[in-house]
């Protein structure tokens, strides 16, 4: 085994999860280096969240339910890095699943428990990395053992930048004839251009390899451990072999840049804003400035058809997850446009409950379509009982993805917007006014009010509730190719056939 276990802890703690962070990381701000991240004002809501789930792991209620003994130390480790080999260990991997996903209320698609499913996918598919690549042999394993006996916090980047798309053709039915053309039918770099800037080897040396290039966009990347950087859908076709390659790197390994977008989290008050404060968890660009990459980090290298043909069985633990935080996210819809109706007396109004019933149906929709994933559940080759497939339901995310915040804005109406701050409550000349307005005269009534529509206000027209929105529209990669590969692989043949049948007889 090429990682020393000796120092391995186990399941992580909030204090080591925020020492973990303060390793020296190249993170950029707003034109500056951040020292450190878990005291920066645009992080330290995120950090302090992810810090207080982690420490449920150790406490008696949830112990069991978010933690199992590990199979080789003494360690108990999370749930999100179980292997489960039989329906009733899936589904105890699910519970913390939902516990993860119920703590943040599905605002945060990168709770550990994504990215260390892939991980998990990875040591799916061990015997056929082996298999590829001798000298990257036992990697998978070893490696996903490394990160379950540290609780290691992924992110993951797996897109090149937008800039890098030379592409004249504009989806799969297209140029036949271009072997440029991805699997989502993406033309990828000319090979002819070295301007790509995309991530790519340039070199191997003595116990690993160099990579040079970009990386479009990680969610959570400043506060991970480690970024595993593999290819998604669109981008694994490659015609140039050292743009393939499936491997893990710290966050603090020296050349590589993490640069952030604008926080979502800073705002005035504090509980203007309860979710953009608590769960903004930041998506950066990365840049690989001659990043070495040691060999025991590397799961495979240089194989087009492989990347392509194994990112399937590799994801499918990690879409599991992520639907169960789009069934809470939703449910949260539910709760919240309930609460609103119920403040502004409305609940009982057929045109306001027609609204309340289509949030429903899809919260039923996603838990039924889940325990249809869960009663495809099936052992594969590597010996990992994994969900049924769930990649429609991934599409249906993105189609009603605007839609559930339409339903609170219309729900909600004008008194979204217009709030008054906590220094506007606190103001006595102003107070009396304010009560009146908002409370009917009752002063514990108006504060629970506002409390109310801020965070709805947050969850469906602050800048925060625009960037979930569109998380969930893209996460899962373009909709537009989701759904034409989905059609290009659905089973049509029976159906037609039994048509043509009927064709043969006299009309
Ligand atoms: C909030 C958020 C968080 C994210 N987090 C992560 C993360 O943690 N890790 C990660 O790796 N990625 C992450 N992503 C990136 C995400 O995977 C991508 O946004 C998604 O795959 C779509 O790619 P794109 O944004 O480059 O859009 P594009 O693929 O450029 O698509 C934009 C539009 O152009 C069309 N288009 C572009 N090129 C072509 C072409 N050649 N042929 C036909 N149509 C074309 C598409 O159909 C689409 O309509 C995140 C994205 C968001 C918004």
Redesign the pocket.
């Known amino acids: 085994m090429s990682f020393d276990l000796t120092g391995a802890k186990g399941a992580m703690t909030g204090q080591r999860y925020i020492e973990s962070l303060q390793d020296g990381r190249e993170v950029w701000l707003d034109g500056e280096r951040i020292d450190d991240v878990t005291t920066h004002p645009a992080f330290s809501g995120i950090v302090h969240e992810m810090a207080r789930i982690y420490d449920l792991q150790h406490t008696d209620e949830l112990r069991d339910v978010m933690t199992f003994p590990s199979p080789v130390t003494d360690n108990r480790i999370s749930y999100s890095y179980s292997l489960p080999t039989n329906y009733d260990e899936l589904m105890a991997r699910k519970r913390n699943s939902e516990l993860w996903m119920q703590e943040s209320f599905g605002q945060l698609?990168?709770t550990p428990d994504f990215c260390s499913s892939v991980v998990c996918g990875w040591y799916d598919v061990r015997d056929e990395l082996d298999k590829l690549a001798p000298r990257l042999a036992g990697n998978a394993a070893d490696f996903h053992r490394y990160c379950a006996e540290n609780d290691i916090a992924l992110?993951?980047?797996?897109?090149?930048p937008?800039v890098d798309?030379r592409?004249t053709?504009?989806?799969e039915n297209v140029a036949p004839d271009n072997p440029w053309v991805g699997v989502?039918?993406?033309?990828l770099e000319n090979p002819d251009d070295d301007q790509a800037t995309a991530l790519k080897v340039t070199k191997e040396v003595t116990g690993g390899i160099v990579l040079k290039g970009a990386?479009?966009?990680?969610?959570?990347?400043p506060l991970a451990n480690e970024c595993l950087v593999y290819l998604?859908a669109?981008f694994a076709g490659r015609s140039q072999n050292e743009y393939v390659q499936w491997f893990s790197i710290p966050m603090n390994t020296p050349g590589l840049v993490t640069l952030c977008r604008e926080p979502l989290s800073q705002n005035p008050g504090s509980y203007g804003h309860p979710f953009s404060q608590r769960f903004d968890e930041q998506?950066a660009m990365m840049y690989f400035n001659d990043v070495f990459v040691p060999w025991d980090h590397v799961m495979m290298l240089y194989d087009s058809d492989a990347a392509t043909r194994l990112l399937g069985r590799v994801n499918v633990l990690a879409g599991y997850s992520s639907n169960i935080r789009l069934y809470e996210r939703i449910r949260t819809f539910v709760a919240v446009a309930t609460m609103l109706a119920e403040a502004n007396e409305i609940n009982e109004i057929r045109d306001v409950r027609d609204k309340l019933g289509e949030l429903v149906s899809y919260v039923e929709m996603i838990r039924l379509a889940i325990r249809g994933m869960d009663a495809d559940a099936h052992l594969t080759s590597g010996g990992v009982m994994v969900p049924g497939d769930g990649f429609a339901l991934g599409i249906f995310a993105a189609q009603i993805s605007k839609r559930v915040l339409d339903i609170l804005q219309q729900i909600g109406g004008m008194e979204l917007l217009a709030q008054p701050s906590e220094n506007d409550l606190a103001n006595r000349e102003l107070r009396p006014y304010l009560d009146k307005i908002i409370g009917n005269g009752d002063y514990a009534a108006t504060e629970k009010r506002v409390r109310l529509f801020r965070l709805a206000h947050d969850l469906c027209m602050s800048a925060f509730a625009t960037?979930?929105e569109?998380?969930e529209?893209?996460?899962?990669?373009?909709?537009?190719?989701n759904r034409s590969n989905l059609y290009g692989r659905y089973d049509r043949g029976q159906v037609v056939e039994r048509i043509n049948k009927l064709f043969t007889k006299p009309m």
């Not at 989502?184 to 033309?187: E, H, I």
């Open positions: 698609g990168r992110t993951h980047a797996i897109g090149d937008q798309r592409s053709t504009m989806g989502g039918g993406y033309a990386k479009q966009l990680a969610t959570l990347a998604s669109t998506d960037r979930q569109v998380y529209y893209w996460h899962r990669g373009d909709v537009t190719r």
